[in-house]
């Protein structure tokens, strides 16, 4: 009987890499013929790339592609994509070559950029994309295709509601859907022309991987496999990131938090590209002060306008915080640089989750049971925000409308007042969000594929598609 030979491709970052290398090793466990190749895009400002030198799988490979440094295109992910065409065939073709009993079954499910190209996703010029992997939620696949329909059937100019205080009937959601909350790239017509080109590609593959599950997201779910211009969507989510059990980096934060009572502490965090300005970060550290709540806040120095950088640690976290507060605070805070998330999520005394709203952080967050103070900054996390808000009361607002434009020096503040009613809301001990987050916790672990819940009954039949696909 033939190998199937499936290649997922990513670009670099650890949040785009993990949850593919989770659904990776899920593939080879339910079915011996899978063999997959994950051919990583290597952007030049990631420093901290997943080094993958021991095999996690002996049918799991990792191939780093990386062009020479004067033909990188780190500021424009469609040039990057594109440029990287010719190692993705030779990868591929190599790979094929060298395993005779092979059959490909395809190509290119590539994880979108977690920038504001929120769904970069292209053609590699390697044969026929079958399948993609999508690693945000399903409203948002639905949101796609929807303004992609509208602006293609009904010529309708999406890029009119930048701005605009109107709010949009959306198939995913419930209620009207505000434009503020929309993703920045689908507000500019540059963006907008190059998603709808690739939404409308989506529409011809063989289907569609999400790491969601039906219980958390039925209203889309449903509302997409309704559409019969769109392919078979498979909820296996929630996908998450593993953690790391007890390494030596972060066994001090853990011994702190062992030392507070339960649901005590309030977590800030705001994913691997979340940074903010002195006036910000004086603003969140009045409110801290203000609220009386323990706190662990991940506090990371932005880097220089105009680049694609990543945020790094501070060295001496005084030249940013207010006078005195490390002192005023030492008692009932500390303040970190790069945090291991999932980790503290999972602590027992952390209370509430001060978020971005990533997608792999709200599965984190529900999956642990911890209800989040939703703050947004870029990509699709302003409508992450509203549906954890508005649609499913799993979520605090603090600021779902905030953007954050990290190539410019516009940078909007958001006030200790707006702040410290977050934390304070998030962090009520017998809330009904609360109760709501619980729930959907035990929802999450039970539909799971390693439970054999809806995901895993979804897991499966995305497998039996790819093996009647390559017959």
């Not at 079954?105 to 010029?125: C, F, H, N, P, S």
Request: aromatic fraction near 8%; proline fraction near 6%.
């Amino acid at each position: 009987m033939n190998k199937v030979e499936l290649f997922f491709i990513s670009i670099s970052p650890r949040g785009h890499i993990v949850p593919m290398e989770e659904v990776a090793k899920h593939l080879v466990h339910q079915n011996s013929r899978f063999s997959i190749t994950v051919l990583i895009i290597k952007t030049s400002f990631e420093t901290n790339t997943i080094p993958y030198d021991q095999p996690v799988h002996d049918r799991i490979r990792f191939i780093y592609l990386s062009l020479p440094q004067n033909q990188n295109h780190d500021l424009n992910r469609p040039k990057l994509i594109e440029s990287h065409k010719p190692l993705v065939k030779e990868a591929v073709t190599t790979t094929i070559t060298s395993s005779n009993d092979s059959v490909l079954a395809g190509r290119g499910m590539l994880k979108e950029d977690e920038d504001e190209v929120y769904i970069t996703r292209q053609w590699l010029g390697v044969g026929e994309v079958r399948w993609f992997w999508y690693n945000s939620g399903a409203a948002t696949l639905s949101l796609c295709f929807h303004l992609q329909a509208l602006h293609d059937s009904q010529n309708i100019d999406i890029t009119e509601f930048n701005g605009s205080n109107a709010e949009l009937p959306v198939p995913s959601f419930r209620n009207p859907v505000p434009a503020k909350v929309l993703p920045s790239s689908v507000l500019h017509k540059d963006r907008a022309a190059e998603i709808f080109g690739f939404t409308r590609r989506f529409r011809e593959t063989k289907g569609i991987m999400v790491n969601s599950f039906m219980e958390l997201e039925s209203q889309a779910l449903n509302s997409l496999s309704s559409d019969p211009q769109i392919p078979p969507v498979y909820p296996v989510g929630p996908v998450l990131t593993p953690q790391m059990d007890g390494q030596d980096h972060c066994s001090d934060i853990m011994k702190w938090l062992d030392d507070q009572a339960p649901l005590s502490v309030v977590f800030l965090c705001f994913g691997s590209m979340g940074s903010f300005g002195e006036d910000q970060v004086k603003e969140i550290a009045c409110a801290l002060e203000q609220s009386g709540h323990r706190f662990r806040w991940s506090l990371r120095k932005p880097p220089p306008k105009g680049t694609m950088q990543l945020p790094t640690d501070y060295s001496n976290l005084e030249e940013i915080l207010p006078k005195g507060f490390l002192d005023r605070t030492g008692g009932i805070g500390k303040v970190i640089g790069w945090a291991p998330q999932v980790e503290i999520l999972a602590h027992s005394a952390i209370g509430g989750f001060v978020s971005h709203c990533g997608w792999n952080s709200t599965l984190e967050s529900i999956w642990f049971g911890v209800p989040i103070a939703a703050w947004p900054m870029y990509a699709e996390q302003q409508l992450n925000a509203f549906q954890l808000v508005v649609e499913l009361g799993l979520a605090v607002e603090i600021k779902m409308d905030y953007r954050r434009d990290r190539m410019t020096e516009n940078e909007p503040i958001v006030s200790s007042a707006e702040i410290k009613r977050g934390i304070i809301s998030v962090m009520e001990e017998d809330s009904d969000i609360r109760k709501k987050v619980k729930e959907m916790s035990e929802k999450s672990r039970n539909a799971s594929v390693m439970s054999g819940g809806s995901s895993h009954s979804s897991l499966r039949r995305f497998i039996t598609d790819v093996i009647d696909n390559v017959q």
